[in-house]
C-alpha cells in the first residue's frame, strides 16, 4: 500500500465556528478506517485502523492533530495467478502495528453547518457537518485514488469538555456498536453488531442488557475429484449466520473532568469514551486483539483482531409525539459478506452521508450519497500445461471501487415517548433511529441476516443548527436537442444546488449533473448524457455536505 499519512491529514479536522476560533479548544478525534485492495504478491487485504487522537482547533482556523494509530491487518494469497501462469500457494496473515503521526492544516466554515478541512500540501478539503450548539462534527469519507487499493471510514470529533463527574452521566442510554475482525484460526472474516440499553446510577455503577448479532466468513480448502482420478485443492467460502443472542453486563464507570469516561465490566473488559458538553452523546473506538492459550512461553499467541466502534445517546423519559422540523446530517458505516457457489464470495465496505429533513406534516425527505468498494474472489480451473494438459486451482481476486452512488427517498414518521423515530418509505421499507434526549443527535444500527449475505450498518446523526432554506428550486421542462437535454432553472440566488438525472424512478438512484449556482436566480445548464437515454429524470439537491 502506498504511504497513507495525507489520508490520515484528511480526516482528524475540526469543528469551527462562523468567523473563526478566537481562542484555542481541543477535541476527542474518532475513527474507524478500512483499507484493502490487491497488492503484488500478497493477493486480497483488508486492513482495519483505529485512531483516538487529540485534535486542536487553534484561533485563526487552523488545526493541529496528534494521531495514535491501531492497525490490524489480514491478507489471502490463496493461489493468485500472477504473470504467466505463477502460482502463489496458500498463505493467510494477521499483522498488529502501532503507529504515531502527527498533521496540521486549515479548517474553513461554509454555509449550512459545514466545515470544510485542508491539510497542508494538499490541494482540495473535505466536508464535515458540524453542530455549533454541542461542538460535535462527523464526516464520512472514502479515497479510492491508490493503485489497487482504497480506505473509507467514519470520523467522529467530540470536544474537550469541564467539571465532569460521575453525575454527568446518569439515566438511561441506548449503546450500539459495530465490530469487524479477522482471525487465522481457519482464516475468518468476523462481522458482529449488538444493540444494548445501558443503566447509569450517577455514583459510578451501570448495568447493561439487550441483543447481540455475529456472522463468520471461512475461507477453506477441498479436494475436488476432476475426474479420472485428477485431483485439485479447491478454495470455498462459508458463511455462518448468527442469531440474536442475549447479552448482560454490569461494572463501574467513572467521568473524568474532561468528559472522558472509563467503563469497566465486571468480566474484565475495558472500554473509554469521550461525552459531549451535553452530555446526550458519547464515541468509543477500539482496537483489539484475539488470543490463542498455551505455548511454550504459556502467554499464547495472537491469533487475530479488530475494530470496534461504540456510541452512547441519552434516551428520553418523555419525548414529544407531536411532528418536528429538524434537519440530520447522517455519517453511516456498512459492511457486508456475500457467498454464491462454493467458490465465490464478496465483501464489501460502505461509507455514507446523508441529509435527512423531518417536516411538520409528518413527511421526511432523504438525500444519501454513498460510495462501496467489494473485493471479489473467484474459485476457477485452468490449463498450465500446454499441450499436456495440467489443471490448477487458481482463486482470483479483483478489486472494485464504484462510483459515488446518491439515494432520494422520502416517506412518513413517527415519534415514540422514547425517542424511538420510526421512517416509513414510500417504497414499502421501514427504518428506526434513536433521537437523544435533547434531540441534538440521533443513531441506529441494524445487522441483515440472510441465507448467503450479511452485513452490519451503523449510523450517526447530529443536528443542523441554522435554518432549512426555504426557497424552491424549479425546473422548467427540459427541451431536448442533438446535444443533449437543456434545463432552464429558477434556484435562490447564491445558494449552492446539486443538479441530479436518472433513468428509472424505482430504484431511487440517482446520477449528479454537478454543483451550480447563480447570482442572478435563473441558470440554463445541458445534460449530454440524454442522447443516449430512452427517458431521463431531473431533480435538484442542496448541494452535498
Known sequence: MKNKTSFYMVLFLANAVFGGYTDDYQHAAFNVLYSGGIFPNLGETKMLDVEFNTVSILAGNTYDAELDITEVSRSITNKLLIGDHEMLGNGFAVDIEFNYASTNGLVQPLPHNVLLATPVDENSGFPFAFNTTTNVALAALANDTQESGFETGLNILVRHSSGKGDSSIDGRYARFTMESACENRGQIDIMKLAATTIEFDGLGNYAESGTESFAERWVEETVADLGDDDLVNDTVFTLTNGTDTAFTASGTYAVHDTGRINLAQTQGALIDFQISSDDNLAISTSGFLSFQPGGESGMGMVTGGGSRLSVLIKVPDDHPTAPMDEVYYLGELSEHIRTGSAGFSTAGISASRTYLHLQPNWTFSIRSDEWLVENRFQNQHL???????????????????????????????????????????????????????????????????GDDEVGTQLG????????????????????????????????????????????????????SGGLISSTSGTLEITDPSATNAASRFYTTSFAPW
Open 460 to 511: 450517526i446523526g447530529i443536528r443542523r443548527v441554522s435554518p432549512v432554506p426555504a426557497a424552491p428550486v424549479i425546473i422548467d421542462r427540459p427541451e431536448y436537442t442533438p446535444t443533449g437535454a437543456v434545463l432552464t432553472l429558477s434556484i435562490p440566488t447564491n445558494l449552492i444546488v446539486e443538479a441530479l438525472a436518472s433513468t428509472n424512478l424505482t430504484f431511487g438512484i440517482w446520477e
Open 383 to 449: 490449463n498450465t500445461g500446454g499441450s499436456e494438459p495440467n489443471i490448477e486451482s487458481v482463486t482470483l481476486v479483483e478489486t472494485e471501487a464504484f462510483d459515488k452512488s446518491i439515494w432520494l427517498a422520502h416517506g412518513t414518521y413517527t415519534v415514540q415517548t422514547n425517542g424511538v423515530l420510526s421512517l416509513s418509505f414510500s417504497n414499502g421499507e421501514f427504518a428506526e433511529a434513536q433521537l437523544s434526549a435533547n434531540d441534538e443527535y440521533l443513531a441506529y444500527a441494524a445487522f441483515d441476516n
